[in-house]
């Protein structure tokens, strides 16, 4: 990931609306929500959940699919990979003893929260 990508997916996420979108995406893989349903669950006006779904879109951090006359939303695993990737690395650089509490927290709370539930 470039910086300009991990930039925009930091911004994306720096507004509250649009990290409880990305949230509540995450918990729904992989079967994802349609836009109406993601508006309904959150309380947010459906024009303005629009908003906050295209600006995630463009940062890389969700995508979309038609199904007949929903569109799906889901978390793009990808790029939440990507961010993490790129925001652990430099970290690790020539001190990986740094980052390993922090992956044995993610393995341990991967082990206890499987995706999607």
Known sequence: MEIDS?????????Q?????????????????????????????????????????????????ERHSRSIIYRADLGGLRALTLFLVKDCCAGSPELCVPLLAELALAAERTPLGH
Not at 7 to 13: D, E, Q, S, V, Y
Not at 35 to 55: C, F, K
């Open 6 to 14: 991990a930039i925009a997916a930091l911004g994306a996420l720096a």
């Open 16 to 64: 509250g609306t649009r990290l409880d979108v990305f949230r509540l995406l995450v918990r729904h893989e992989p079967t994802g929500l349609a836009a109406g349903e993601i508006a309904r669950q959150l309380d947010v006006p459906q024009n303005t959940m629009s908003a906050h779904l295209g600006i995630l879109a463009r940062a890389g951090l969700v995508r979309s």
